[in-house]
């Protein structure tokens, strides 16, 4: 009886023992994180799933997260006390042109920025977060299954497509107004012939950028297309591209 209790007993050490290790946080440190996904145009569903999936990561990750959409919150004592700012799907006017001034003093101490998304069809009339985001939506053709092509594998959002050439999934697929291409660092490209529904051809840029990275006076900035659907933020390998996306952007990883 002693031995069959002394083994239960070690089972159950050992077992929250390993419970324990998994549980620990990769980061010593812990990151702070604004997520903003304010909306004055079109709403994706899906921020409920990002927020969501965010969250799931953060205790792994030790990441400390603050999710608003209170844009009268962009002062430079609030924004102060964060490390990274992941814009998840907000669009339209969203942030009022004091705030846009205290961002810009944020960012511009060297900060990390991750853009989700509908990131880029926000503040199309702020000439500075053009430039941070890397782009601007002009249109997509319906949401459909599509492939993104791979054009780079030297940055750590990429790892979890590793040995990938490319990857199809369904997604709502943007373009956008001018090819970023020469001002940013391409990850990966949309096949446009892999679009088999479309109203007319105005999506089609030729080259297509859809993932790409910035560094530049010590800012990390970064931006993913995927991200209009709840899937997208289920989908393992979106989850670890997005998430070493944040780390990077916080110069955690290189």
């Known amino acids: 009886m002693k031995n ?3 083994s239960i007993l070690a089972v159950a050490l050992l077992f929250m023992s390993c419970n324990a290790q ?30 969501k999936m965010l969250y799931d990561q953060s205790r792994k990750q030790n990441w400390v997260i603050t999710a608003t ?4 919150l962009f002062t430079d004592e609030f924004l102060a006390t964060f490390d ?29 920025f991750v853009g989700i998304h509908a990131a880029a069809d926000c503040e199309y009339d702020w000439p500075y977060f053009a430039k941070l985001n890397g782009g601007h939506f002009k249109t997509h053709p319906p949401s459909q299954t599509a492939t993104v092509v791979f054009e780079k594998s030297n940055h750590p959002a990429m790892k979890p497509f590793e040995g990938m050439e ?6 709502e697929w943007y373009t956008f107004k001018v090819n970023p291409r020469g001002k940013v660092n391409v ?7 892999s679009i088999k529904k479309f109203d007319n051809d105005n999506f089609r840029m030729g080259d ?22 709840h899937e997208a933020f289920q989908d393992t390998l979106l989850i670890g591209h997005i998430t070493n996306a944040i780390n990077w952007a916080a110069k955690r990883i290189d």
């Open 166 to 171: 490319s990857y199809t999934t369904y997604d």
């Open 22 to 51: 998994d549980n620990k946080p990769e980061f010593k440190e812990p990151l702070n994180i604004l997520v903003f996904s304010k909306t004055k145009g079109f709403r994706h569903e899906s921020i409920s799933s990002g927020l």
């Open 69 to 72: 959409e209170n844009s009268d």
């Open 208 to 229: 297509h950028p859809l993932i790409w990275w910035q560094e530049y006076d010590g800012i990390r900035s970064f931006y993913t297309g995927f991200g209009h659907t």
């Open 84 to 112: 990274v700012v992941v814009f998840l799907n907000p669009t339209g006017d969203a942030i009022s042109d004091k705030g846009q001034t205290s961002f810009e003093k944020f960012m511009n101490t060297g900060k990390g």
């Open 187 to 193: 990850l990966a490209t949309l096949d446009e012939e």
């Open 4 to 6: 069959l209790l002394f």
